[in-house]
């Protein structure tokens, strides 16, 4: 989530240095774990929106019925989890050519509820000082914590939906926005106005739709799912950087690795599971990810053994981070 509080810091950039902690490993082993390839994220991507329209179909079929609410939660969930999707295609690391990254970049984008343009260069920013304080607009667990907005506002993307809307409303008048004026860069900000406008364009014309049809089910299938099907996204989200150090730079302290079951991290999270490796190499595909980290693995924190046992880590840390913001989850780090 950005932090919409935060301010552009005059030449905070000219104090970046490139003294992250980076593990030994083979250069051959590096380069080939760089390659990407068009199969494994093919594979990938039409399952997920198989599995999309799939429970969205079934869904459908509730509407009216009792089962309707645990329906659309699932497709709520996994619409929902296509900010993993917006994520990796950002990153343009997923298919060979910089095309089908981009085109199920914007998709993903519009489905997240996040506008392409500005988030791509925030993104960039979130990578270069990542979890520093005052710099890192995508601080999802703030010092201190706040509880009520994480575990109760945050946990169905209200906030985060309703900061994006203003962002992208401001955007489509062309009234720059912090995150704009310290991250996009000038000669982008005409795309992401125009952008702006389309995805808005695009939500008035499914609540008008609604309307028309004189029925709700286009807002429940476009407008919503993002609020209903959240909470297990927000916390899977938060173990990325919950409860950990601030201001470092290892991301070994300040990033968590856990492992999760294929459905969970391969099919919908997109292997972001493995985040502190992810974070370390940015380039390498989510393919290969599990693989960078059996090569590195000595180097790094034992990971989390599923998706309970980081939580049982994380909010306890969050909670005490609530009441003491210089407290973080230690973590046994390899010398």
């Known amino acids: 989530m950005v932090n919409y509080s935060y301010q552009p810091i005059e030449n905070q950039h000219e104090n970046m240095k490139e003294d992250w902690f980076k593990p030994q490993i083979d250069n051959k082993l590096l380069k080939e774990l760089m390659k990407r390839r068009d199969l ?16 969205g179909f079934i869904a459908y079929l509730s509407w009216g019925k009792w089962w309707a609410i645990p329906a659309f939660f699932i497709y709520g969930t996994v619409y929902a989890f296509s900010n993993a999707r917006w994520h990796e295609y950002g990153h343009r690391s997923v298919f060979k050519t910089r095309r089908l990254n981009d085109f199920f970049y914007q998709i993903s984008s519009f489905i997240a509820y996040f506008e392409p343009v ?9 990578h270069s000082r990542t979890i520093h304080q005052g710099i890192d607009y995508e601080i999802q667990v703030t010092r201190p914590s706040n509880l009520t907005d994480l575990f109760l506002i945050d946990l169905f993307g209200i906030k985060r939906i309703y900061f994006e809307f203003k962002k992208i409303l401001l955007h489509s008048f062309g009234i720059m926005t912090p995150v704009a004026i310290d991250c996009v860069p000038e000669n982008q900000r005409n795309k ?4 702006s406008r389309v995805f808005i364009g695009i939500k008035i014309v499914v609540i008008i739709w609604s309307f028309i049809v004189g029925s709700f089910l286009p807002i429940m299938f476009v407008v919503l799912p993002q609020l209903y099907g959240s909470p297990i996204l927000q916390l899977t989200t938060m173990l990325q950087h919950g409860g950990l150090k601030a201001d470092s730079w290892d991301h070994r302290e300040s990033t968590r690795t856990v492992i999760l079951n294929p459905i969970h991290g391969w099919l919908l999270y997109f292997n972001m599971q493995y985040h502190i490796e992810h974070h370390i190499f940015p380039q390498i595909p989510f393919y290969n990810l599990p693989k960078l980290h059996e090569a590195i693995k000595d180097q790094l924190p034992k990971p989390n053994k599923g998706f309970i046992d980081g939580l049982l880590e994380m909010i306890p840390a969050i909670i005490k981070q609530s009441k003491d913001p210089s407290y973080y989850c230690p973590k046994n780090i390899p010398q």
């Not at 093919?42 to 999309?52: D, H, K, S």
């Not at 500005?118 to 979130?126: K, Q």
């Not at 992401?192 to 952008?195: A, D, P, Q």
């Open 118 to 126: 500005s988030w791509r260069w925030s993104h960039t920013h979130h």
């Open 40 to 55: 494994p994220g093919w594979v990938n991507t039409i399952l997920y929106f198989a599995l999309l329209f799939g429970t």
């Open 192 to 195: 992401m106005i125009w952008t």
